[in-house]
């Protein structure tokens, strides 16, 4: 099992990045995934979680309206749509499988990739 992150880098708050998390080992259309954030000196935190079950999308308050996670079951890939970015969403991003039940946090959280760095400053 194995999830790869990319996408990540320098942006001017306003902006935007779409984060990729290419998946080998199994088939994301059975399972759940999502996207996790570490921000410097912050707890690791759920933002944007699909559940298998229904295919709905868990985000957190602070992402809502802004961020859109999707998936693409051919690619074996999830991917973030980031948008209107603030330097509060500087932090390492990571894609995670989610286990049963559903629940878009760390410790609902299976298999981990590397993260990918974003840095949203001017």
Known sequence: VQLQASGGGLVQPGGSLRLSCVVSGFTISGYSIGWFRQAPGKEREGIACVS???????????????????KDDAKNTLYLEMNSLKPEDTAVYYCATIGYPFRC?????GSWGQGTLVTVSS
């Open 52 to 70: 298998s079950a229904d295919g709905s999308t868990y985000y957190t308050n602070s992402v809502k309206g802004r961020f859109t996670a999707s």
């Open 105 to 109: 946090t760390v410790a609902g959280a």
